[in-house]
């Protein structure tokens, strides 16, 4: 090894491993895994609530972008005994996309549905959220529906609401308690429960809590009176650079 010229790189060994020489060719190589490495490597994270842009940091190269849609709001009742619709949940979009440092991307995150005043059985839909043209997670619907997932590498629909129930009394064929259908989930967790109304009672629906949820409808029994439904959730987007 003395013959080795000093300025030569080199790959060192451990324990009873030889020292190895790297030509130029080998160098860049391996100068070119340590720069794209480093690239790659996870920066941060961004969240959105509202809408907004997101600008491409400096050396991101990749960036994986997620959300959900807006939730459905639910349905109230209009007479007695009576269950409203409730809310379906919202789509959900993931994708790694190939990026430019600098780049702005519109980011618009939809809201979710209004519940219905006290008297209308249907509440409002959740919005779309999207992630410029890349991907579009559609809001659930006031029909129960789930909202639809389109563009993304990883598309689920939200899920669909659930149906209300008549419990009779005993021995009775028309006095009866009211359940309404639990709200549609995301991809983040399940809708909101559904509400109990008993022969006398009435309940309002239940919002929705996690992110693109729809909400449960309003529930009123025999001799109860009408009720509001709830709002679904508000959807999101995530951006890991």
Not at 28 to 41: F, G, L, M, P, R
Not at 61 to 88: D, N
Request: proline content about 3%.
């Amino acid at each position: 090894m003395d013959d080795i010229k000093k300025d030569e790189k080199y790959i060192q060994g451990s324990g009873n491993q030889l020292s190895y020489p790297l030509d130029s060719v080998s160098t860049q190589i391996i100068q070119d895994i340590v720069a794209s490495t480093a690239s790659n490597e996870v920066h941060g994270m961004e969240v959105f609530t509202s809408d907004g842009t997101f600008t491409v940091p400096q050396g991101v190269k990749y960036i994986i972008a997620e959300g959900v849609g807006g939730g459905s709001g639910s349905g109230g009742t209009s007479s007695a005994p009576q269950t409203g619709t409730s809310g379906g949940g919202a789509g959900y979009c993931r994708s790694l996309i190939e990026v430019t440092p600098g780049e702005s991307i519109t980011v618009t995150v939809g809201t979710g549905g209004a519940g219905a005043s006290s008297g209308n059985t249907s509440g409002t839909s959740g919005e779309d959220t999207t992630f410029g043209s890349y991907w579009t997670a559609g809001g659930g619907s006031n029909t129960g529906a789930g909202g639809t997932a389109t563009g993304a590498d990883v598309n689920i629909p939200g899920g669909v609401a659930g149906v209300g129930l008549t419990l009779y009394g005993a021995g009775s064929t028309t006095n009866n308690a009211r359940l309404s259908g639990h709200g549609g989930g995301s991809y983040f967790g399940p809708g909101a429960p559904g509400t109990n109304a008993e022969i006398a009672q009435q309940t309002t629906g239940t919002a929705a809590t996690i992110y693109g949820a729809g909400a449960s409808a309003g529930a009123t029994g025999t001799a109860g009176t009408t009720v509001a439904g709830a709002a679904g959730k508000d959807g999101i987007v995530i951006v890991t650079y």
